[in-house]
């Protein structure tokens, strides 16, 4: 391996009872997508991805029967005081008014206080068990998961009603939300209250309303409006979010990285700077010169078409860390050991390059394939770690010292 551093649809909402046995298949990439799973009602993930995927919900009683939170209201406040993980607490007040605090919070309302939620992003990062239950959505692209949030609420909390750019589950894993859930265009124009702090809808007229018990799992397309309201307290709602990035935004994500990194292939001090020997004197000194246009264009486009530079680009956008992430050094890895990928670590690949955490190399053969399993399993037996090339293995040993890598 060698490294290139740089660093219209339905208003009615499927409503599926679960199977009583799940069937659950594991093959090689951690779960059988052609499998009905009772996570999605009976559905395979391949078909849960064709039917529902961006196009209309799902409601799925006991999605995860027997579920038990994956932190209790101690560890809540915990975190929720951590300057390490990014909380925010939402409270309801008199004559419909809001207020928003953002954490660390050193001390939350007491348990019993009706109408407050606090809400830990990122859960998974900090919390085994909050990283398990986002694995079993895996069957989306990693370069879409983007986290796990936990929402804790007392009696009557929720957020507003509101809507989300992006696809998201929903799942209930302790007390009782009641949803109220309907279409954009049909069940709200969209606006925005401009008298509260968070972004809540001015107008909504919901199509449905159901409560999620313990185990059920609901999923909202983009666009779909939905209110949740802790029915009794000590309600916990795990929410599964996914990135949706907007295309300028990607471009000029993409553009900034492609100019940083120049030209691998050209010399030091090969690039060129603009120049014109043959610009005449002008009396519109205001209006840009053809030729410096025509520079600007060529620059973009000699920076795109560079052999494989976008999609270098592309994969160590995706894979780059959030900015309050932050790894603990660790020591290289002694023989024999099962590995896994720090909770952390982003690791995706394409055709050519492996990516992790905003880093890019290029890897063939068995090195490749175990780096690619390594990335879609999150982790690599002693005998794969044994198989790898001694430049792989010396890598692999770098991402431990640099804490992306842990035994497992």
Request: hydrophobic content about 40%; some cysteine; aromatic content about 6%.
């Amino acid at each position: 391996m060698t490294a290139k551093t740089s660093a219209n649809t339905s208003a009615k909402t499927s409503d599926v009872t679960s199977p009583t046995a799940a069937s659950d298949a594991v093959s090689a990439s951690g779960i059988d997508i052609h499998a009905p799973t009772e996570l999605l009602g009976g559905l395979s993930p391949e078909q849960f991805m064709q039917r529902h995927w961006q196009k209309e919900p799902l409601l799925v009683r006991q999605a995860l029967p027997g579920v038990t939170p994956p932190i209790d209201r101690a560890t809540v406040a915990r975190l929720a005081a951590s300057d390490e993980v990014e909380s925010r607490l939402v409270s309801q007040q008199p004559q419909d008014r809001w207020s928003l605090r953002q954490g660390p919070i050193a001390k939350l309302p007491a348990w019993t206080k009706p109408q407050w939620t606090v809400l830990l992003q990122g859960l998974d990062l900090h919390v085994p068990a909050a990283e398990a239950l986002l694995s079993r959505f895996r069957f989306v692209p990693e370069a879409r998961l983007d986290d796990l949030m936990l929402s804790y609420a007392s009696d009557g909390g929720g957020v507003g009603p509101h809507f989300d750019s992006y696809d998201v589950f929903l799942i209930q894993v302790s007390g009782r939300r009641h949803w109220h859930i309907g279409r954009r265009g049909v069940a709200t124009t969209g606006t925005l209250r401009d008298d509260v702090p968070l972004k809540v809808l001015a107008d909504f007229t919901p199509e449905q309303d159901f409560i999620l018990e313990p185990g059920d799992l609901l999923y909202l397309p983009p666009g779909w409006a939905h209110d949740g309201v802790a029915v009794g307290g000590d309600c916990m709602t795990a929410s599964v979010g996914f990135r949706s990035p907007w295309r300028a935004e990607l471009a000029n994500e993409l553009l900034v990285r492609l100019t940083d990194e120049g030209d691998e292939d050209e010399a030091p001090g090969s690039d060129l700077m603009y120049a014109d020997p043959r610009q005449p004197a002008t009396g519109a000194p205001g209006q840009i010169p053809e030729a410096l246009l025509t520079f600007a264009r060529e620059a973009v486009m000699k920076a795109v078409q560079e052999p494989l530079a976008l999609e270098r680009a592309l994969g160590e956008a995706l894979t780059e860390p959030k900015p309050h992430v932050f790894f603990e050094a660790g020591e290289g890895l002694p023989e024999g050991v099962d590995v896994r990928l720090d909770a952390r670590s982003r690791m995706m690949y394409d055709t050519a390059h492996i990516f992790i955490n905003g880093a890019a190399f290029r890897a063939g053969g068995l090195d490749a394939t175990l780096m690619r399993r390594l990335a879609d399993q999150r982790r690599l037996t002693a005998a794969d770690v044994a198989a790898l090339s001694e430049d792989a293995r010396t890598l692999l040993d770098q991402w431990a010292e640099d804490g992306w890598v842990q035994i497992d």
